[in-house]
C-alpha cells in the first residue's frame, strides 16, 4: 500500500513516518510538506492513501481533499485528514468533499495507528470488492458474447433450411415444368408448319375466286380478313411467351442449384445475377428499373445456391426501399425519379466485385451500424425477418472469406459492394 503524508511541518511528517513504519506491515511512505508537490506525485504514482494536514500555506486540506476527489483517476484514494484545531465547520467540508476519517493533532500514537490501519483495511477490501466486479463483468461479457454467437448460428439454421426447402422445392417444380414445356415447344413449332401450309391453302383458294355468297358470308361474319392478319402475330407472341418461360424454367433450376448449397463449384457471378433477376421480376417490374453493367468475370469457386440467395436478398431490399421513398414523396405530394437498382461487376486482382446500388430511402447511421445483425429490421412486425442481411453476411465472409460493405445517404440510396476471392483456400462447412 503506498501512502502519501502532507503536513507543512518537518517535525510532524518525520514522526508519523516513523511511528507508521514501526508498526504497520507492507507500506510505502512518501512525505510532501508542499501540498501542490504531493498533488503532482498523486496523480503521476500509485497512491492508496494520503494523509494531509488541514492548514498549511500553499494550498489548504480542503483543496487537497477537492483536487483528489474530483478527478475521476484519483477518486479511489482515500484521504484522511489532520488536524489541531477542533474546527467542525471545516472538517464537515472535508467530509463533504469526500475525506474518510480525520486524526487529531498532537498525535495519540495509538490513535494515529488505529486509524491508518482501519483506513487500509478498507482499502483492501475495495480492491477485493473491484476485482470480483471485474470478474462480474467479464464474465457477463462472455455471456453476452456467447448469446450473441447462439442467436446468429440459431438464424443461420433457419434460414439455412428454409433455403433448401425452398430451393428443392424450387427446383422440383422447375424439374416436373420442363417436361410438358418442352413437349409445348416442339408440338407448338409443328403447329406453327401446319398453320403456314393451311394458309397458304387458303391463299390458293381465295386466287381461285369459286367463293359463292355462302362462303362470302361465313367470312364477314367471322372476320375472316382480321383472322388471316391476326393469325401470324399471334403465333409469335406465343412463341416469345414460351420462350420466356423456359428461360424462367431454366433460371428457376439454374436459382435453386440443389447441390451447390452443400459444395463448392465453379459459379458464374454474371449468370447467378441474371438468373436471380428473373426469378423476382415479379418483385422490381412496377417499381424500378435494372441495369446490369457486366464485366467479363471469371468463373469462382462458390456455394452458388447461397451466393444465389444473397443476391436475392439485396434485391429485394432495395426494391423494399424504392418502395418506401415513393409512399414518404407520395404522402408528402412530391415528386420522385423512377426507382432505380443498378448491378454492376467488376474483378480486382484476386477478387470480383458486386455492386447492388438502389435510389431508395438509404439509412440513418444508427441504422446502418445494426443491419447485419441477427433479427434487426426496420420494417413493421411481420413484414421483415432482420434475417436477409445477416444471413448474407455469414454466407459472404463466413462461407467464402470475402467482405461485404455498405454506403448508404438517406433519401439519396443505398450501395452494397460485395468482394469474392476467386479460389477459395478449403472447404469450410
Ligand atoms: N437497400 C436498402 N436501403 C435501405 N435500407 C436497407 C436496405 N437494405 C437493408 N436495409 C435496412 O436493413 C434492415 C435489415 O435488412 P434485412 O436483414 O434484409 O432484414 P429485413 O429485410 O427482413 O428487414 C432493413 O429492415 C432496412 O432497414
Ligand atoms: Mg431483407
Known amino acids: 500500500m503506498k501512502i502519501i503524508i502532507i503536513d507543512d511541518s518537518k517535525m510532524m511528517l518525520t514522526m508519523a513516518e516513523k511511528l507508521l513504519y514501526e508498526n504497520l506491515y507492507r507500506i510505502e511512505i512518501e512525505t510532501f510538506k508542499n501540498p501542490v508537490e504531493a498533488l503532482e506525485r498523486i496523480r503521476k504514482s500509485n497512491v492508496d492513501l494520503v494523509i494531509t494536514d488541514l492548514i498549511m500555506k ?30 467542525y465547520d471545516t472538517l464537515m467540508k472535508c467530509y463533504e468533499y469526500g475525506a474518510s476519517d480525520y486524526i487529531l493533532k498532537p498525535f495519540n500514537k495509538n490513535e494515529l495507528i488505529a486509524r491508518v490501519r482501519n483506513a487500509l483495511r478498507e482499502i483492501s477490501l475495495q480492491k477485493k470488492l473491484a476485482g470480483r466486479l471485474e470478474d462480474i463483468n ?49 408440338n407448338f413449332n409443328m403447329l406453327n408448319q401446319y398453320v403456314e401450309i393451311f394458309l397458304k391453302l387458303m391463299n390458293k383458294y381465295d386466287d381461285l375466286e369459286l367463293e359463292d355468297e355462302n362462303i362470302k358470308k361465313f367470312k364477314l361474319e367471322n372476320d375472316y380478313d382480321f383472322i388471316i392478319d391476326d393469325f401470324s402475330e399471334l403465333l409469335s407472341d406465343t412463341n416469345s411467351g414460351l420462350a420466356r418461360l423456359k428461360d424462367i424454367v431454366k433460371s428457376l433450376k439454374g436459382f435453386s442449384r440443389i447441390n451447390d448449397f452443400k459444395e463448392l463449384t465453379e459459379f458464374d457471378i ?85 455492386e447492388f446500388t438502389d435510389n431508395g430511402c438509404g439509412m440513418k447511421k444508427e441504422v446502418l451500424t445494426k443491419i447485419f445483425n441477427p433479427f434487426y429490421t426496420t420494417k413493421p412486425i411481420g413484414t421483415g425477418t432482420g434475417l436477409g442481411l445477416s444471413i448474407s453476411y455469414d454466407v459472404i465472409t463466413n462461407k467464402h472469406n470475402g467482405r461485404i460493405e455498405v454506403d448508404s445517404i438517406v433519401d439519396v440510396g443505398t450501395t452494397f459492394t460485395i468482394y469474392l476471392p476467386k479460389y477459395q483456400k478449403k472447404t469450410n462447412d
Request: glycine share 6%.
Open 58 to 87: 500553499e494550498m489548504n486540506g480542503i483543496e487537497v481533499v477537492k483536487e483528489i476527489k474530483g478527478n475521476k483517476k484519483l477518486e479511489h484514494i482515500k484521504v484522511l485528514i489532520v488536524t489541531s484545531i477542533m474546527d
Open 270 to 354: 454474371n449468370e447467378g445475377i441474371r438468373e436471380t433477376l428473373i426469378i423476382t421480376k415479379n418483385e422490381y417490374k412496377y417499381i424500378a428499373d435494372v441495369e446490369t453493367n457486366f464485366a467479363e468475370i471469371p468463373k469462382i469457386q462458390a456455394f452458388g445456391g447461397e451466393i444465389n440467395q444473397v443476391f436475392l436478398n439485396l434485391i429485394v431490399n432495395g426494391v423494399y426501399a424504392i418502395k418506401k421513398m415513393v409512399d414518404k414523396a407520395d404522402k408528402e405530394n412530391k415528386d420522385v425519379e423512377r426507382g432505380k437498382i443498378t448491378i454492376k461487376t467488376s474483378e480486382i486482382s484476386d477478387y470480383v466485385v458486386i
Open 138 to 186: 467479464y464474465q457477463h461479457e462472455k455471456l453476452k458474447e456467447a448469446n450473441e454467437k447462439l442467436k446468429v448460428t440459431q438464424s443461420a439454421l433457419i434460414q439455412k433450411e428454409q433455403l433448401a426447402g425452398i430451393g428443392q422445392l424450387a427446383a422440383g417444380v422447375a424439374h416436373e415444368m420442363n417436361n410438358p414445356l418442352g413437349f409445348i415447344i416442339s
